[in-house]
T-cell receptor, first 112, second 110 residues
Framework: NAGVTQTPKFRVLKTGQSMTLLCAQDMNHEYMYWYRQDPGMGLRLIHYSVGEGTTAKGEVPDGYNVSRLKKQNFLLGLESAAPSQTSVYFC???????????FGDGTRLSIL | SQQGEEDPQALSIQEGENATMNCSYKTSINNLQWYRQNSGRGLVHLILIRSNEREKHSGRLRVTLDTSKKSSSLLITASRAADTASYFCATDANDYKLSFGAGTTVTVRA
């Protein structure tokens, strides 16, 4: 089992460019999450999904959009990248809200 | 805002010693979880302790929870070089998300 797979692993963008980060899980989890990790701040939830076709805003959703067209995939989009979005992005999944989360290895995104 | 806050921010110990780190939180919780993050990797779940539990063990890990003080501790016994990592507590507090602290960075010296 691969668990949670994130692509790409690294990316450099220019301000104003757009991109999509892909998360795929093979554990048949209902819940999926996108976090960003910045130095000294822990993980902050951007958006989450409680099932195929559903998405909801987390703690820091501005500047991001998400889609969950298939149960195994959760996409995070940046429509117009800004330097403040330079971060490490982690995807996670879980069976239910109360269960431990399984994390991917992250996407390191730099916006110049 | 961060619900859980770890203390200390960083910890350096000799191989074989024990490492203790603490987590304080602000509101009532359903459970508290501890995660480990190795450099350049994602978080890995270590242990979950429910609000009605006071202590839990998993291998060399011991977690305590004091809901009256809104605090938890993680003890790693007989540390190894492979325990070098950042450790995060995360609280599940009756809303839709886990709230993570900023983490404790543990360095185990050979």
């Amino acid at each position: 089992n691969a668990g949670v797979t994130q692509t790409p692993k690294f990316r450099v963008l220019k301000t104003g460019q757009s991109m999509t980060l892909l998360c795929a899980q093979d554990m048949n989890h209902e819940y999926m999450y996108w976090y960003r990790q910045d130095p000294g701040m822990g993980l902050r939830l951007i958006h989450y999904s409680v099932g195929e076709g559903t998405t909801a805003k987390g703690e820091v959703p501005d500047g991001y959009n998400v889609s969950r067209l298939k149960k195994q995939n959760f996409l995070l989009g940046l429509e117009s990248a800004a330097p403040s979005q330079t971060s490490v992005y982690f995807c996670a999944s879980s069976y239910t809200l109360r269960q431990p989360q399984h994390f991917g290895d992250g996407t390191r995104l730099s916006i110049l | 805002s961060q619900q859980g806050e770890e203390d200390p921010q960083a910890l350096s110990i000799q191989e074989g010693e024990n490492a203790t780190m603490n987590c304080s939180y602000k509101t009532s919780i359903n459970n508290l979880q501890w995660y480990r993050q190795n450099s350049g990797r994602g978080l890995v779940h270590l242990i979950l302790i429910r609000s009605n539990e006071r202590e839990k063990h998993s291998g060399r890990l011991r977690v305590t929870l004091d809901t009256s003080k809104k605090s938890s501790s993680l003890l790693i016994t007989a540390s190894r070089a492979a325990d070098t990592a950042s450790y995060f507590c995360a609280t599940d507090a009756n809303d839709y998300k886990l709230s993570f602290g900023a983490g404790t960075t543990v360095t185990v010296r050979a």
